[in-house]
């Protein structure tokens, strides 16, 4: 069945005419409205108005123009139901073959900063959505198109069979339905948020289509990255990629995870991340002392890893970054000097994107088998912590330092957490046992003779005193904790036993 009649009325008109217009050279009748049919009629195209089909005129500031029988039944009627045809025929609704629509920017709408909610509710569309659900509804009969990267499968087909097959229409169909869907999610997002409903007894959630990807956490896995409709500025997902191959499924997560530690820092800082853990942090007066100082941190593990600096990457830090074998450096920018030095490396990705100190409160979803974890992101920061100290000594104004660094290193590192830093860097990480002395253990011997005069800071509490005994043992003299154990008075005896300064937050970092 060839396409004899269509509707089109768009706001991305992008690629519009000339597709109309070879639709018109084949003797499809055009129906349009509104600014899609002035900009049809203006390219010389023959338009039918929408009240010359309906035989009434728009309405309510054109809320009300294409929701008529006279349009959906032509969208809806079952070309094989004779009573659907009799009824068809008895009311003069002619069929309508071909559906463009697509929808008011409602997205863009409410990116604008100076929004009012009255402008927002007014570009939720109602016809345009009516529309296409009705037309993908009937695909068998109708073809419908929502994204203007689908015009030359429409026209090819019908040059080469004078019709679309019933496969095109139906993956228009569902593409159709995405489109809607995510719309809708969009818009019962904002609202949702309007009236601060935290915990909606449903959750609509859309993402967009940023890439496919080569492969997932392991070769035989499919992928693909997706970004929200609204993403904020300062992310991966908005990051500029200057230089380098493409970016793979575990490249994402580990950038994530660096800019996630960078963004702690208000001082020149740089991060080293493998596998969602930091394994060096150093901050200083220049990027090029903390990058030193991260290097110096863990000169092993950072080989194949992601660096993510708060300031402009300049020469004399490239030629150092340079040397590595690293898979990404994310900077808010880089010098000239530097990118001449860093291009020079073929497989190297450069990610370019806006690093500032900023806390949100996002929500972080995470899948399990058969559902979905919702929770709002770990975005307390030192300052939000209720200090006590409850041991009899108190820290000095260098263990203050120190202690504030491995608090904000600990709430990054996979749970159990240990981190121990001194002059301004990280010196040993332990991460993700299943007990808290062993992932001591693990920093603590990271650490070496370094562990001596450092503080330790631990993303929860000890259940024991045998963390504080191994810290002492190894020469750690203050420890940072959120506390809260029914065997606090435990660990505090044996830091006071051994002359160590303990500091509570109140506040439990776990990161599983």
Known sequence: ???????????????????????????????STGGTHKLLEENGIKVIGISEVTNFPEMMDGRVKTLHPMIHGGLLG???????????????????????VNLYPFKQTIQKADVSYEEAIENIDIGGPSMLRSAAKNHKFVTVVVDPADYETVLTELETRNSISYETKQRLAAKVFRHTAAYDALIADYLTQQVGEEKPESLTVTYEKRQDLRYGENPHQKAA???????????????????GKELSYNNINDADAALSIVKEFNEPAVV?????????????????TAFDKAYEADPVSIFGGIVAAN?????????????????IIIAPAFTEEALTILTSKKNLRLLQVEIENRQTNEKRLTTVSGGLLVQESDYLTFDDAVITIPTKREPTEKEWEDLKLAWQVVKHVKSNAIVLAKDGMTIGIGAGQMNRVGSANIAIKQAGEKAASSALGSDAFFPMDDTVEAAAKAGVTAIIQPGGSIRDEDSIKKADEYGITMVFTAIRHFKH
């Open 272 to 288: 080293a991340v493998k596998h969602m853990n930091p394994c060096g942090v150093g901050v200083g007066e220049t990027i090029q």
């Open 225 to 243: 990255f997706y970004q929200k409709p609204l993403v904020e500025t300062g992310t991966i997902a908005t990051a500029q990629q200057l230089h």
């Open 1 to 31: 069945m060839t396409i004899k009649r269509a509707l089109i009325s768009v706001s991305n008109k992008e690629e519009l005419v000339p597709f109309v217009q070879k639709l018109a050279e084949r003797g499809v009748e055009i129906i």
């Open 311 to 327: 300031r402009e990457i300049d020469e004399e830090t490239a030629i150092k970054l340079k040397e590595i074998f690293l898979e």
């Open 78 to 100: 079952l070309r094989d139901n004779e009573e659907h045809v009799q009824t068809m025929t008895q009311h003069h609704i002619k069929p309508i073959d071909l559906v463009v």
